[in-house]
């Protein structure tokens, strides 16, 4: 199974500045990688796929790159409702794996 | 408006049953595959289970092959998941998921807020 890694565990940022988070992948995974945003008591929410291609009525402040087995979401300009977990998931090679996130909290 | 509704969690003793059900609402259904992805408490999230979009196929994680069972009934436009032999470590927030793109494996666009199984004696 491929293995996501995601750096740092948590990151402790205050509203305005800009997060950078991390997710390796033991394999190579082509353009099969999505980020999804998870709040306390919702469901996730898929943010971006194919590395940078972020869905409809997602702020541009959200930008991922990366490729190959190393990624990277950030956001800028962090905004009070970013305050999350993050996670990366690829979809190359079943089975899909997850990464095992980032909290992005308040500082 | 398009959603996913779970239900049938509950809490249930060690080695015992529970069948999931996933009612779906104004997704395109028929010939888009579906899967089940589970999030226990304080943990991060796991990909439980996935169906093909015409039933034939079945994809399991290998924490519950042999003992999950993932099922879709294309006339009500359901989702199932049938747990048996159940764990502790089964216990999580299981959320019915649906891909975009129709295919597994892909990103999951639409979440359902999913159900609760407790497994403890």
């Known amino acids: 199974d491929i293995v996501l890694t995601q750096t740092p565990g948590t990151l402790s940022l205050s509203p305005g500045e800009t997060a950078t988070l991390s997710c390796r992948a033991s394999e190579w995974v082509s353009i099969c990688l999505a980020w999804y945003q998870v709040k306390f008591g919702q469901p996730p929410r898929l943010l971006i796929h194919a590395i940078t291609k972020r869905l409809a009525g997602v702020p541009d402040r959200f930008s991922g790159s990366g490729s190959g087995t190393d990624f990277t979401l950030t956001i800028s300009r962090l905004e009070p409702e970013d305050f999350a977990v993050y996670y990366c998931q690829q979809c190359h090679t079943a089975p899909l794996t997850f990464g095992g996130g980032t909290k992005v909290e308040i500082k | 408006e398009v959603y996913l509704l779970e239900s049938g969690g509950g809490l249930v003793q060690p080695g015992g049953s529970l069948r999931l059900t996933c009612a779906t609402f104004r997704i395109t259904f028929t010939n888009h595959a579906m899967s089940w992805v589970r999030q226990a408490p304080g943990k991060g999230l796991e990909w439980v289970a996935a169906?093909?979009?015409?039933?034939?196929?079945?994809y399991y994680a290998d924490s519950v092959r042999g003992r999950f069972t993932i099922s879709r009934d294309s006339s009500k436009h359901t989702l199932h998941l049938q747990m048996d032999s159940l764990r502790p470590e089964d216990s999580a927030l299981y959320h019915c998921?649906?891909?975009?793109?129709?295919?597994?494996?892909?990103?999951?666009?639409?979440w359902g807020q999913g159900t609760l199984v407790s497994v403890s004696s």
């Open positions: 169906i093909s979009g015409d039933g034939a196929d079945t």
């Open positions: 998921v649906y891909p975009g793109s129709g295919s597994y494996p892909a990103p999951f666009d639409l």
